[in-house]
């Protein structure tokens, strides 16, 4: 079993940054992928950005390319994501994942999830 905890939303004006933080417990973190997804009001969650275990494969959004950074502290057992020149449309409840296998492709890969954490980006 895995545990997490995302922290780190808030309310932000366009163009600002933020960053999300998903403290995991339970069993090792490093075996695990773990991802960023979002959901927006009335929408279905989508990926944002993930973090594979084996080597260092990371993979985005289209949307958030080059805006938003994922890392990982395997020592800390913490996933981050960083969120520069946020967008209206990124407001949306940030949610952390972990999966088991080796390169998840879909969110039905991901077997555990966190609460979320709301992130909103004012115009």
């Known amino acids: 079993q895995v545990q997490l905890v995302e922290s780190g939303g808030g309310l932000v004006q366009a163009g600002g940054s933020l960053r999300l933080s998903c403290a995991a417990s339970?069993?090792?973190?490093?075996?695990?992928?773990m991802g960023w997804f979002r959901q927006a009001p009335g929408k279905e969650r989508e990926f944002v950005a993930a973090?594979?275990?084996?080597?260092?494969?990371?993979n985005y959004a289209d949307a958030v390319k080059g805006r938003f950074t994922i890392s990982r502290d395997n020592a800390k057992n913490t996933l981050y994501l960083q969120m520069n020149s946020l967008k209206p449309e990124d407001t949306a409840v940030y949610y952390c994942?972990?999966?088991?296998?080796?390169?998840?492709?879909?969110?039905?890969?991901?077997?555990?999830w966190g609460q979320g954490t709301q992130v909103t980006v004012s115009s």
């Open positions: 994942a972990a999966s088991s296998a080796r390169f998840p492709s879909s969110s039905h890969e991901y077997e555990y």
């Open positions: 973090r594979m275990w084996f080597g260092s494969r990371i």
């Open positions: 339970g069993r090792t973190f490093s075996s695990y992928a």
